[in-house]
């Protein structure tokens, strides 16, 4: 306690922040410089690490007050450098470099934890800088749970034992992958002969031990931790024995979230290494051939990012065994994948994926249940590295590429994320599909690559994309009960269907009298078309997310033409042969048509009514697919189908409502009332389909003076561009039209029927 006081006064009470990570840095650098020069020039060797320790000097302070014995260990190690530098002793500058550095890092965290106690935030932030990540890739991305448990404890809402624990398993997390890799390169660099490096290794994997020790010792004992401390020590000779020691240890225990995230990350990522590989690689002639070395790199890294994530596994599985073969069979599985092993031997796309799959069996068969229950926040990792991949691709000009990656990355979106984002969150979906297509404040992806943009244009849009993907990872990462899911998918199935309710029952209001009812047939039949594609796109989506996901716009945007276009077709029959002319006359002649010859006439109308009824439902179903499936992910097929069918009961009672209140309906009203509806449904139709053209780029986009929430996109089409308004309201002057044209039409006929009796 009195030490943390010390450190409020000493820094917490200060009104700007230390710069510490700035001098620790450039003493780092110095001594990196110096190990360069050490075999060539030891005179300029030694001049660089008395720089190092005048950075060291800068911050020497801060350590002393709060560590003052990591702080005599870095004076210590320099002491070192300088005499290996004078000496040109290469492996000995290596271990005092690597010494310092350690004992640096270990004060440093000393400092964090120290204020972090103490509640001060600025002094906490100022010793976490100071920290060392673990090695990050494209698809293992920076922690940044320490920063947001200091954000938490400064707004009060978290307290300082809750923050510390937070920012702990954080850097003890970063160290521990960092531990590892120093023993991974050191067992390498021994096998290679190379003394230097398996000097500088050893020493680094005894000072990150040197910060997790009291882990260590609070889980195996006091004892076992003098022992491997020991052990460390006489690196790299004892190294089969540290190994041992470590195994199934873990200095930051992972949450059960925590381990169901990686779990979904070993099985996502691994799950795409034969998608990646097959389309880099080509069989001709009974030979595998890589022909896009792009794609099987893609392969490679979503390979590395199940390793790692696995590794984080590994110490938790319940059989030891079965985890140090899966971690062999990954290991063997990236050396038939690296460049050396693809010179020797190509594996057909096919037998990889039959060593994947098996892989995966393995793996679910490893990992416990409470593991398997996938989650969609963890597909972010993989969203974000295609659209890294994007950005790649882009700024090397291989546009198909980047087209390829970004497909992939909205098939992962639209399968897997969406559906608790538009529910929750419409205005967010709406601004992510803008930037990942075509939107415009900054221009989407699919609108950059098609204009071959420049590199500033897709960093503006990357940094915006990362932004919005942080809200939606807010949103996925929350905890969802089955209950939850259940309502959710409920709300989904009601809304959709509500929509092709309200279309049936303004397609078929009209025909419901005399010979007009054999109308409905072929929409109903239609519809349940529909119904039954519908079923048969869940079975395929469960099969193989994200198969249609991948066309999912465009698929949705053709459906939607073909709807509005009979629809359109449709109406003009409509009003010309129901609603203007004389009701009685217009059944007879519809009877006659019936009755009398007409058949190829009677046929087409039948086959237009049948495809409106089809595709009018099919849009709003599979729609309805494509947004189950997050939930699905989330909690299972089981709490999805339970919420499916309480939607479809809603959906069906309204349904009945609506038919036996159309029933009962005036002739006359009721034709005033479908008119209504028809013509709001077409201006809906009219309106998502334009903005989903827009989205896959078959429409530009202009843009109103002003914002509309996306509510009124979900529910009636309107989205703020000049185009959507435009022709809902030109779809809206057809329907009048369409009205004005059938009265003048009956007038004139009225007025020929006049002067023909007057005439006679």
Do not use: C
């Amino acid at each position: 306690m009195k030490r943390a006081l010390l450190l409020a006064l000493a820094l917490g009470g200060a009104a700007h922040a230390a710069d510490l990570a700035t001098p620790a840095e450039a003493m780092r650098a110095r001594l990196a410089d110096a190990a360069l020069e050490v075999s060539f020039d030891p005179a300029g060797a030694a001049t660089l690490v008395h720089e190092a320790r005048g950075a060291w000097g800068t911050v020497r302070p801060h350590w002393q007050q709060v560590a003052p014995q990591t702080a005599a260990q870095v004076d210590r190690a320099l002491d070192r450098a300088a005499q290996a530098a004078a000496r040109g002793d290469e492996p000995g500058l290596a271990r005092a470099r690597a010494g310092a550095w350690t004992a640096l890092l270990a004060g440093a965290q000393i400092g964090l934890e120290t204020a972090v106690q103490a509640g001060q935030v600025q002094g906490a932030r100022d010793w976490l800088a100071a920290r060392e990540y673990r090695v990050a890739s494209s698809l293992t991305r920076l922690n940044a749970d320490a920063t947001a448990a200091l954000d938490s404890l400064e707004r009060g809402t978290l307290s300082a034992a809750a923050a510390l624990s937070a920012v702990r398993a954080d850097t003890l997390d970063g160290y521990q992958a960092r531990l590892n890799d120093a023993l991974r390169d050191l067992q390498t660099s021994r096998a290679q002969d190379f003394r230097t490096l398996a000097a500088e290794q050893a020493t680094l994997a005894a000072g990150y031990f040197a910060l997790l020790s009291s882990a260590y010792a609070e889980q195996r004992g006091a004892k076992a931790a003098t022992t491997l401390t020991a052990q460390f020590a006489a690196l790299p000779g004892s190294l089969p024995q540290v190994q041992a020691a470590l195994e199934g240890f873990r200095a930051a225990p992972l949450s059960e979230r925590e381990a169901g995230a990686r779990a979904a990350q070993v099985l996502r990522f691994l799950g795409l290494v034969p998608v990646e590989y097959a389309r880099g690689v080509q069989v001709s002639g009974g030979a595998a051939i890589v022909t896009q070395q792009v794609e099987v790199h893609e392969a490679r890294t979503f390979l590395s990012g199940a390793q790692v994530a696995l590794s984080d596994l590994v110490p938790l599985l319940p059989d030891a065994q079965a985890a140090r073969t899966l971690s062999r069979d990954l290991a063997a599985l990236g050396a038939a994948l690296s460049p050396d092993g693809l010179k020797d031997t190509v594996p057909a796309p096919a037998a990889l994926k039959v060593r994947v799959d098996t892989l995966l069996a393995d793996l679910r068969a490893a990992f416990p249940a409470a593991w398997q229950q996938a989650r969609p926040d963890a597909d972010l990792d993989v969203i974000r590295t295609q659209l890294d991949a994007v950005v790649t691709a882009a700024q090397a000009g291989d546009w198909t590429a980047a087209e390829t990656a970004r497909l992939d990355a909205y098939a992962l979106l639209e399968s897997g994320t969406e559906a608790r984002i538009a529910v929750f969150n419409p205005d967010l979906k709406a601004r992510l599909e803008g930037l990942i297509w075509n939107g415009t404040q900054p221009r989407g992806l699919a609108s950059l690559i098609h204009a071959r943009a420049g590199h500033e244009a897709f960093s503006a849009t990357r940094a915006a994309l990362q932004g919005t993907l942080r809200e939606v990872g807010q949103i996925l990462g929350t905890d969802v009960a089955p209950t939850a899911v259940a309502t959710n998918a409920g709300i989904i199935v009601f809304r959709e269907g509500l929509e092709a309710v309200l279309i049936l029952a303004a397609l078929m209001g009209s025909l419901r009298k005399g010979e007009l009812v054999r109308l409905r047939r072929p929409m109903w039949l239609g519809a349940a078309a529909a119904g039954v594609a519908t079923v048969a796109t869940w079975l395929v989506m469960q099969g193989a997310l994200g198969l249609l996901g991948r066309y999912g716009e465009k698929l949705e945007a053709v459906v939607s033409l073909i709807a509005i276009g009979v629809l359109l077709l449709i109406m003009n029959w409509f009003f010309h042969q129901v609603y203007w002319t004389d009701r009685m006359a217009a059944f007879q002649k519809t009877k006659h048509q019936l009755t009398h010859g007409g058949q190829a006439a009677l046929r087409a109308q039948w086959i237009g009514l049948a495809v409106l009824g089809f595709t009018s439902i099919y849009r709003e179903g599979f729609e309805t697919v494509l947004f189950l499936q997050s939930l699905v992910l989330q909690a299972g097929a089981g709490a999805v189908l339970l919420g499916t069918a309480a939607g479809l009961s809603a959906v069906l009672g309204v349904g009945a409502l609506v038919f036996a209140w159309q029933a009962k309906l005036p002739m006359k009203k009721l034709l005033v009332w479908t008119g209504v509806l028809i013509a709001a449904v077409l201006g809906v139709m009219v309106g998502n389909t334009v903005h989903t053209l827009q989205l896959v780029g078959w429409l530009p986009v202009h843009p109103l003076p002003l914002e509309l929430p996306a509510g009124l996109g979900l529910w009636l089409g309107l989205h703020a561009t000049w185009e959507g308004v435009l022709l809902q309201l030109g779809a809206l002057a057809a329907v009048i039209g369409s009205y004005f044209a059938a009265e003048g039409l009956k007038e004139r006929e009225l007025a020929q029927r006049r002067a023909q009796s007057a005439q006679a």
